[in-house]
């Protein structure tokens, strides 16, 4: 039984990476939107591998690894050639550079989340997870299709592409994915009743509502970086400065 349990989180994560491959598929034959909701099939299934693993109790290093490689393909490679056929091939080798940097900075986000954490609970992520940096992207794009039926707003995606990057590399913190237990439920009540929200709403809006939700997550983490930093006391600024040095 216990072994069979294992193998639910992996089925999870193979059927993530399968999105984002099938995602790389379609942006072949130029379907973007189809790419896009691909990509954000992927980021729920990378969702529930996570919350079914803790549930489960049945984390491991083999998961962890594949999770993360799963990760790089749907939600590094995939978004990347997915900016470049939308907007990003039109500027020839600057382009290609600012395409890439979803990837490589996604790349060194995961590897330094398995070093810091390998596979322990966490409270919190430190730097913009990548799917949410992915779906900031796709978002993004389903929005202009959904208003304008085509990437309209070409003029704040360089700028949203540079700040995302920037911040799954940075100290921001951001909200883990409540877990779901009757134990918890309290202590976790209104963020599962954001969450509850967010998602009643998406049902019904889902192109108008999806790139609001998700920029409101990534500023949320900015605003409360700030707050922390000017009312954290001097004597626990000074104690992190002494642990980082």
Known sequence: MRKSTKVIPNLFTTLNIFCGFLALINLGDNKILTACWLITIAAILDLFDGQVARLTKTNSSFGMEFDSIADVVSFGVAPSLLLYKAYFHTLGIIGIITSFLPLMCGGIRLARFNVLFGGKEKKS????????????????????????????????LIPQLLLVSGLMLSKVEYYVIPKFSFRQSRRHSFGILVIFVAIIVLVFFPQQAFYPIIMAYIFWGIIRYIYNIFNTPEDEKSIELAGQS
Do not use: K
Request: hydrophobic residues 55%; aromatic residues 32%.
């Open 125 to 156: 992520f430190v730097g913009l997870p990548i799917p949410f940096a992915s779906l900031s992207y796709i978002s993004f794009i389903i929005f202009n299709y959904y208003f304008w039926n085509e990437l309209h707003l070409t003029r704040f």
